[in-house]
């Protein structure tokens, strides 16, 4: 799977966009591609990379639709909408987090998640999360990154989570708005189509909810584990946050 190779047709039905559009992202988006004779063809690991960058900053209402187009794509492998209480359990929250740099949040991260006893490379995950960093901040506006690895080959873990990490401090990180950074969430997928779908969700949580402000300030683990799953909730529902609400 992970060096899965995919036709025009296939990347355009893997993305929940047209052929056409496929065609027009080689030019203007630098959609990663090889050419055999006159078609292109797409190396499925350098494709998973390239949309997790683009999910990151789509705007609103196409993120939207891309959501809800993942939505329906994932129910074909797993159980009800909700990914929250599957990935993320309370013990893989941390609030106290003593980083002070974006290598040293890192390497802490993949120290957590190496701690949870579910990853069987460390050193293999380290990389390719630093890896996928070049590629380009996974930090967001408001204070969030989602660290991911650039490979999701299924050597690395052993099933897919989730883990929330908080900094004492913010930490510089490259998000587009120029703000630190002090939520960190890291995601192991070993299925690149939960991979896309779960980044898309806590974009959406962050874009559609108060999930940050909240998570900033939440007191202890047990409160930070039930934001996440309210937020959730939430934003299955289609409910806006109070504060929007009164605005």
Known sequence: MPHRVLTLEEV?????????????????????????????????????????????????????????????????????????????????????????????????????????????????????????????????????????????DEFLCDSSFLLLGRTIAGIPFGAPDGGHTRLFFMLCCQDDRLHLHTLARLCMMASKTDLLAQLWHAPDIDSAHAILGECEQTTLLGKAPAEAEAG
């Open 12 to 152: 355009a039905d893997y993305l929940h966009i047209t052929p056409d559009e496929v065609l027009r992202l080689l030019t203007t988006a630098d959609m990663p591609h090889q050419m055999r004779g006159d078609r292109p063809v797409f190396l499925q690991n350098d494709i998973d990379a390239w949309a997790s960058c683009r999910i990151l900053r789509l705007p609103d209402r196409r993120l939207t639709a891309f959501h809800e187009q993942t939505t329906t794509r994932v129910r074909e492998i797993r159980d009800g909408d909700a990914l929250m209480p599957e990935l993320l359990r309370s013990e893989y929250i941390k609030l106290d987090l003593g980083s002070r740099t974006k290598p040293a949040v890192i390497r802490d991260m993949v120290d957590f998640a190496a701690g949870t006893g579910r990853v069987n490379d460390p050193k293999a995950l380290l990389a390719s999360v630093q890896e996928r960093e070049e590629l380009c901040s996974t930090a967001l506006p408001g204070g969030m990154a989602l660290l991911h690895a650039r490979h999701h």
